[in-house]
């Protein structure tokens, strides 16, 4: 449904109710991320988890969680042989959510393996979370490592044996039993959904999953180089802002789901430690900015604007003192979980009172507000172990990031319509002012600027076989009409004879009004001077017939006076002066006549 459809429906909502969803929704992300800022604690485990991981012949892919344990002791562990010493200190793990929460301390995880017959052969261990920084594996049988690896954001490229986007190593597995033996250690949330897979399957889902990254970080670089190109051309900084956010969020996908890693920056291990950080800093300082110049207006007060654009001067100040390490991670990740949404919030009420004012662009936030807030809820969730770790749970907040972006983008479709819309208006006031400096208030003629510029577009083409006729008109009593029944009658009277004139000229023809009852006609693209003189003819026969005005019959005259382009020149100025002179010559002969210019003296 179009936020077009949603607004008629939005009015009809308590103002209370919007604000209400919108608000619970980001208060909903606020509480979420400051709560997963600071837990420590996992959920407990569940009872019964089974004692080992089989694999069978029969599934190639086979889901790790269930089966595995975490140490749960007070000896800190040195390596895998005091973790096997210590084996029964090691525990299931809290139900199929696949996450511990945040752990500052690396934690040791245990996996008893027994292979069937029929299923040996190469299987593939992948944990689909790239930010953990550092995996340390030992596969274990009979006492004797038989492969190790290590994995993870934080090792080197040369140092890895496979260089995919998450921890992946591939394993040789024989019948028998194993004991897998990991170690895993993040600076964020250690979300662990590891599937024991068979080469095939787990090429086939890792090549959908580079898919639909391909594709999301694809549509975001078009909506970036969208937003520039748009900010060259228009030079509108709320395209440069976009851009800004619409960065921030691009890099912290690539480091959340280890594009970034893979193929932009894996060469320099230092971007990786402050990918995340900067990025999500970024997207911040985007946000503040790009929704104070959206809803920018006289409704919006002072101190609203500095405190939206010191939001974005903090973000930037943070995220410098993270790179300088002067911020720890932690008060980093702390500040992030509520520089994040307090754009949206600060703007909640202006976007608001938009929407229900019928503003698409208000509307457009609050929707692009509820996405985020939910898309957040989500990813908190998973972090906390309250929503198990499932394709769509895993990458909803990206989604709901990417939806954010486009209806963003809806935001500056709408802008650039409205500048749009507001050229137009401009372009068309300018031509009505333009209208109004060559056109007669009263009758709609064209005055004297306007007839200037008609005969400067018509004389320059006048020649023998095509005359231009100049005629001066003037009515015969309109003075005693206008002194008996005042100016109101006159007025109307002028509007009467202008209507007649032009209804008995061609639509190619122009009628002006020079003065109080003074017209001039011109007329282009006469055969010959006996086609000028019997237009003239026929304009003073027009005013044979009374004029109704009023309800009354009111009748005046018309004397006109002509003269022709070329035959008696092609000056504007002097063709209406010849003009003049024998319309003024046709009342001195009794009014009511038409006269021809006397010819130029050779």
Not at 399 to 415: N, P, Q
Request: charged content about 15%; glycine content about 10%; overall charge positive.
């Amino acid at each position: 449904m179009s936020p077009s459809v949603l607004v008629p429906r939005l009015r009809l909502l308590p103002a209370r109710w919007l604000a209400w969803l919108v608000g619970w929704c980001l208060g909903a992300a606020v509480w979420g991320v400051a709560a997963s800022a600071v837990a420590q604690t996992p959920t407990p485990s569940v009872q019964g988890a089974p004692a080992e991981l089989v694999l069978g012949p029969s599934a190639p892919s086979v889901a790790v969680w269930p089966a595995l344990r975490r140490y749960q002791g007070d000896t800190p562990l040195r390596d895998w042989t005091q973790a096997s010493l210590l084996r029964d200190n090691f525990v299931p793990m809290p139900g199929t959510h696949a996450t511990l929460g945040l752990q500052p301390e690396p934690v040791w995880l245990h996996l008893p393996l027994r292979v069937l017959p029929g299923a040996e052969g190469v299987w593939v261990l992948d944990i689909d979370y790239p930010p953990l920084n550092h995996v340390s594996l030992y596969l274990v049988r009979n006492d004797m490592v038989v492969a190790q690896d290590k994995m993870g954001s934080r090792v080197p490229r040369d140092e890895r044996r496979q260089p995919a986007r998450a921890p992946t190593t591939q394993l040789t597995l024989s019948e028998g039993q194993y004991d897998l033996w990991l170690q895993v250690q993040t600076s964020g949330a250690m979300v662990l959904p590891m599937t024991l897979s068979r080469p095939a399957v787990f090429y086939a889902r890792t090549l959908d999953e580079q898919m639909l990254q391909g594709l999301l970080t694809g549509l975001a670089l078009c909506l970036l180089c969208y937003s520039l190109a748009q900010w060259l051309s228009l030079r509108d900084s709320l395209f440069l802002k976009y851009g800004l956010l619409l960065s921030g969020s691009l890099a912290f996908s690539l480091h959340m789901f280890g594009v970034g890693r893979q193929y932009v920056w894996g060469a320099w291990p230092g971007v990786e430690v402050y990918a995340s950080g900067v990025a999500a800093l970024a997207a911040a300082a985007g946000s503040f900015l790009f929704i104070e110049h959206t809803l920018r207006g006289p409704d919006q007060a002072r101190w609203w604007r500095l405190a939206m654009r010191g939001g974005a001067a903090l973000c930037g100040a943070v995220a410098l003192g993270y790179v300088l390490g002067l911020l720890p991670l932690r008060v980093v990740t702390a500040l992030m979980s509520v520089l994040g949404v307090v754009p949206a919030l600060m703007g909640l009420r202006g976007a608001f009172r938009r929407a229900r004012a019928g503003d698409q662009v208000g509307l457009t936030l609050l929707l692009a507000w509820a996405v985020y807030g939910l898309g957040t809820a989500v990813m908190i969730g998973v972090i906390r172990g309250w929503m198990p770790v499932n394709f769509w749970t895993q990458h909803a907040f990206q989604f709901s990031a990417t939806l954010d972006m486009l209806l963003f983008m809806r935001v500056l479709g709408l802008r650039t319509h409205a500048m749009a819309q507001a050229a137009l208006q401009a372009r068309h006031d300018l031509g009505v002012m333009a209208s109004l400096a060559h056109t007669d208030p009263l009758t709609g003629l064209p005055n004297r600027r306007g007839l200037n510029a008609a005969l400067a577009e018509v004389l320059p083409h006048a020649s023998p076989g095509r005359l231009v006729a100049l005629y001066a008109l003037d009515l015969d009593g309109f003075k005693p009409v206008n002194d008996r029944f005042g100016h109101d009658v006159g007025d109307e009277l002028l509007v009467a004879v202008a209507q007649r004139l032009r209804a008995h000229i061609r639509s190619s023809d122009l009628v002006a009004r020079v003065g109080g009852d003074e017209f001039v006609l011109v007329a282009h693209g006469l055969p010959d001077e006996r086609s000028a003189h019997e237009l003239g003819l026929k304009l003073c026969d027009a005013f044979v017939s009374p004029f109704e005005v009023l309800g009354a019959p009111v009748r005046v005259g018309l004397t006109a006076g002509y003269a022709l382009a070329p035959v008696d020149g092609h000056d504007a100025v002097d063709l209406l002066r010849r003009a003049d002179a024998a319309m003024y010559a046709g009342k001195q002969a009794g009014k009511q006549r038409l006269v021809r210019a006397q010819p130029v003296p050779v």
